[in-house]
């Protein structure tokens, strides 16, 4: 990899936590959103079984996760995207964004489980276990919803679209981590090192094919 990649994806990178800094009152909604969810949903089940906790964690992840991620392209300019056309390598632009979201939404995953933690402290499970397999998830989480990002900001509906592509793509990767982290939380360790693996393969897998697909995104 060329050292001008790495430094223009580093520079992209800051440049976008510099974005989100000015503008706090997007992160600060999702918190709220977040704090709340978690809340209601803990004053609708007072007494939780351990599957039902695992069901309740991952559809607040997820709802969290796509108002946090969707706006990645979406919200770019087309002056913008131009300019950066104009200087960088695509390539940087793609990397720097995947970088922020999925740091963002492994930050909402942690913060999320540590509010289960809080609220529902009568679950037992495996902490480290289900912390590795939400982390595998994050990361396929933040790749692919900037790559639907960068696909939904080439159409004028991309606040539908986004979605409508997202969801049907994201179903394997909920179904294995679901799947996982109710094994966990029943106390079942024996597929942990399956469910991981085949988290981290589909990581790879998508961050592959964004990375073949977006040159022709930002063709056009």
């Given amino acids: 990899?060329?050292?001008?990649?790495?430094?223009?994806?580093?520079?992209?990178?800051?440049?976008?936590?510099?974005?989100?800094?000015?503008?706090r009152y997007a992160i600060n909604g999702i918190l709220v959103q977040l704090v709340s969810a978690v809340f209601i949903t803990n004053l609708c089940f007072p007494s939780i079984k351990?599957?039902?906790w695992n069901a309740l964690f991952w559809v607040i992840v997820l709802f969290s996760a796509v108002n946090a991620i969707a706006r990645s392209f979406?919200?770019?300019r087309d002056g913008?995207?131009?300019y950066f056309h104009t200087l960088v390598n695509p390539l940087a632009v793609l990397f720097s964004?995947?970088?922020?979201n999925t740091l963002?939404?492994?930050?909402?995953?942690?913060?999320t489980l540590l509010l289960f933690a809080v609220f529902f402290n009568g679950v037992q499970w495996d902490i480290w276990r289900y912390a590795t397999l939400i982390i595998l998830f994050s990361i396929g989480l933040g790749v692919l919803f900037t790559t639907i990002s960068a696909i939904a900001s080439k159409t004028k509906a991309g606040g539908i679209i986004m979605p409508l592509?997202?969801?049907p793509l994201i179903i394997p990767m909920i179904m294995v981590a679901v799947a996982g982290g109710v094994l966990i939380v029943m106390g079942d360790h024996t597929n942990f090192l399956q469910n991981a693996s085949v988290l981290l393969l589909?990581?790879?897998?998508i961050a592959l094919l964004a990375t073949v697909l977006f040159r022709f995104l930002w063709q056009n």
């Fill in 202 to 205: 589909m990581d790879v897998m």
């Fill in 50 to 52: 351990p599957a039902t």
């Fill in 74 to 76: 979406i919200q770019e």
């Fill in 1 to 23: 990899m060329q050292i001008g990649l790495i430094r223009q994806a580093k520079i992209l990178f800051l440049k976008e936590i510099k974005t989100e800094w000015r503008n």
């Fill in 97 to 100: 964004k995947m970088l922020f």
């Fill in 104 to 111: 963002l939404s492994i930050t909402i995953t942690l913060l």
């Fill in 80 to 82: 913008r995207l131009l």
């Fill in 165 to 167: 592509l997202s969801f």
